[in-house]
């Protein structure tokens, strides 16, 4: 730690004890502490932005217009204090305080989004688990002291969200903390910012004098704790690593997977043991919460359902593309093929050529200069190939330097162009840095008309052997094909 880092920690220790103290006099002190505590994020948040130390500053300037209000109903509340004894209770109280704590609560949640974007499901167990344990409090500690207050539903549904929002979010930050190293610091006293947020929402309850509507000292205490965390918290230089890279978080677990379905079975579970108690359920609870509760669920299980999608697509291009050139294998290949043989047995297909391509000099290229130059030419190739075909046609590679071509059509139509343009992409040569390596390649010919039924093995296998015939033919030296070869006919005729 940093001398300057350590003179910030000292400072905020000895700022937080000086305001908790003056917290402990009477209630202007009190207010005057709560205030006091408040310019800090208020400064901090508006130095960093002007000094442009947030990428984001939207998320930023969002809650600085939440502190900015806070602070406002926290002068206000001061001014009205010392003029009429107690704290300011109307509408304008309430809506400063409810419009304050939306905004601090929309900024803090896009100021989470980097991270959301990179661990969404991590980010909505945390949510899903915060309001469960939200809901918990609620209904053994907050709603029975609200039943004593006679609180107004309008005051009830209030609390009921702000300690649901703030718990969730505190949720966020947790998972956060877990994940995103570069920033302990900054999430920590975020989590202690919430945690004496809602600590002294509880306090400011149960202790609230119905006739004077003061409270304890300890619930301003609190307040002082939340707002100088929460400034301290954007004032370290971790806070910047929110937006930073992290590596990819563990799936859903089978223990965090238990902790889900816990939390999906508290609001439902608080009922029923209300309910076999004699006393009234509590719908506030259960329509707020589940109104929260079940677009989380919801969006976490279409998250699971697009992540086992990816993963089966994932696992099929891997079982049918080739891995160097990104074309389809061998399995593919005759898939497509036996598909294509089929409907021109069938007589719905007016037929089909397969091309079969061997590179002429791509031993030569490996010999020489190594495999890894070997691998960038078949890459351009493979791509030069698919460029010369239509998008209803395929080309595949059928290990070393292989590949093969199906068009389907006329025969007496397609193959005459098609080879034609195969010819000309191939005779330039391929370059990989300072090499320059031959593209061309021997092309065997077979043909299937419609009507005609033929195995794809077979059409293969005389495809192949009229590319070894072109081979010979050209004197260039051919290669020894594999014993028992599927895709090699002894009794193919060669001049196909």
Known sequence: MSRRDQAAHVSYGLLCVLLVVACSRDETWRYAAITAANVVPVVVLLVQLRSGTFADRSSWTITFGGVGILLAHNV????????????????????????????????????????????????????????????????????????????????????????????????????????VRAARVTTLLLLLAMASTNLADIVFTLTEDQTTGLSSWWASALCVVALLSFGSALAHPSAGGLAGPEPRPRGLTRARLTFIAIALSVNP????????????????????????????????????????????????DLASRDELTGLPNRRALTAHLAELLDRIAAGSSPGAVVLYLDLDDFKEVNDTHGHATGDRVLYDVGSRVRACIRSTDLVARCGGDEFVVVLEGDPAVVEAAVVASLGRALAEP???????????????????????????????????????????????????????????????PADL
């Open 269 to 316: 579970a608080v009922a029923g043991i209300r309910a076999l108690l004699g006393e009234p359920v509590d719908v506030v609870l259960l329509s707020i919460g589940s109104q929260l509760m079940v677009p989380l669920v919801v969006l976490r299980i279409a998250l699971l359902a697009r992540g086992y999608a990816d993963t089966a697509e994932r696992l099929h």
């Open 430 to 492: 391929v370059v990989v840095g300072s090499v320059v390596a031959s593209g061309r390649a021997s092309i065997g010919v077979a043909r299937v008309r419609t009507g005609e039924s033929m195995a794809a093995e077979t059409l293969l296998a005389r495809a192949d052997v009229d590319m070894y015939r072109v081979k010979r033919a050209s004197g260039r030296p051919t290669p020894t094909p594999a014993p028992e070869s599927p895709l090699v006919d002894s009794s193919a």
């Open 76 to 179: 206000r509340n001061q001014v009205v204090l010392a003029t009429t004894g107690s704290p300011a209770r109307d509408v304008l109280a309430d809506g400063t305080l409810a419009l304050g704590y939306l905004l601090l609560l929309a900024g803090a949640a896009l100021a989470t989004l980097p991270i959301a974007r990179r661990d969404l499901g991590g980010m909505l167990d945390a949510a899903v688990i915060g309001l469960a344990s939200a809901s918990l409090v609620w209904a053994v500690v907050l709603q029975p002291a609200h039943v004593r207050l006679g609180s107004s539903a309008t005051r009830t549904a209030y609390e009921l969200c702000l300690v649901l929002l703030v718990t969730a979010l505190a949720g966020l930050v947790l998972r956060a903390f877990v994940v």
